[in-house]
Every structure is written in structure tokens, then in C-alpha cells.
């Protein structure tokens, strides 16, 4: 299996086609070049006999060296049974429900609201 086949230049050469257009760096880990020329980064994985998806980030945005470095996050977490699309699900909902938590006490207690900032 080959690794680290994408290099900086040729990422920011790569130009938008008439359909989705893939650009592999091995172990799963791909960008995905959309028509309308947007570069996002994706990575293929196998967690309990189901193939998934896990979207790393948006191009330049997240660079091909963090990429590789969620990638492989990642892959330690599939490595030990753990699917990263539900540690990712599990920390949108603690972050949704933080926020509405601060949100109901701030207009029941609007005084914490001044103690705050």
C-alpha cells in the first residue's frame, strides 16, 4: 500500500473537473475536488465490517500535514474499535447542550450574564 503520495504543489495545482475528482495519499486518506472547485479531505475507513466516511477538513484551511495528522488519529481510534464519526457526533451534542445549558441560565439568572464578562 503506497503512503504519502500528495505533495503541497500538487495539491495547489489541482484543478476543478466536470465530476468529483480524487487525489489519494494512501491508507484512506484522500481529497476529494469537487466541479465547482472546492478541495475537501476525506478519509475511508472499516469499523465493524461497515465502510465509512470521516470528512478532515476543508483545503488550504486544514494543510495536507494536519490532515495526515487527523488521519491518523483516527486510524488509533478505529485500530482500538472506537468509530471517530461518533467521537465526533458525541462532542457536537456535549457542545449543543453546553450552549443551551448557559443559554437557560442566563435568561433565568440574567445577573450571571454581568458576572461572566
Known sequence: MAKELLTDTTLRNAK???KDKRLNDG???YMLIK???AKWWRFD???KGKR????VGV???TGLAD???KTQEARVNVANGI???AIRKDVKTDQKLTAETKNALTQAYPSLTALST
Open 16 to 18: 476543478p473537473e466536470g
Open 27 to 29: 491508507g484512506g486518506l
Open 35 to 37: 466541479p465547482n472547485g
Open 45 to 47: 475507513y472499516t469499523i
Open 52 to 55: 465509512k466516511t470521516l470528512s
Open 59 to 61: 483545503y488550504p484551511t
Open 67 to 69: 490532515a495526515r495528522r
Open 83 to 85: 468509530d471517530p464519526s
